[in-house]
Nanobody, 124 residues
Framework: QVQLVESGGGSVQAGGSLRLSCAAS????????MGWFRQAPGKEREFIAV????????RFADSVKGRFTISRDNAKNTVYLQMNSLTPEDTAVYYC?????????????????WGQGTQVTVSS
């Protein structure tokens, strides 16, 4: 089993920045990628970004390219999501997830473990 704990959410004004963290524990060696998703009220869970533990390859959703970056600290088993130039449309609960997949998966069903989520609210 792998446990994931997100932190760093909060409220920010439009144009601001936030950095989310996701700390993984347990059998982390069984997972190859870490992803970030978000879900706004009344909407489906949306893929944001993914990173591979080994080598650091990344993939982003078009909606966040150029504004969000994803990074990892292998020694700390932690993945980060740096979010810049935030807009009210970025308001959602943000989840991190881990998968045993080697490919940079973007579908929620491809992930095996999920965190509890952290709220991000962007005001205009």
């Amino acid at each position: 089993q792998v446990q994931l704990v997100e932190s760093g959410g909060g409220s920010v004004q439009a144009g601001g920045s936030l950095r989310l963290s996701c700390a993984a524990s347990g059998r982390t060696s069984s997972t190859y990628i870490m992803g970030w998703f978000r879900q706004a009220p009344g909407k489906e869970r949306e893929f944001i970004a993914v990173i591979r533990w080994s080598g650091g390859s990344t993939r982003f959703a078009d909606s966040v390219k150029g504004r969000f970056t994803i990074s990892r600290d292998n020694a700390k088993n932690t993945v980060y999501l740096q979010m810049n130039s935030l807009t009210p449309e970025d308001t959602a609960v943000y989840y991190c997830a881990a998968a045993r997949s080697w490919s940079l998966a973007s579908k929620a069903y491809e992930y095996d473990y999920w965190g509890q989520g952290t709220q991000v609210t962007v005001s205009s």
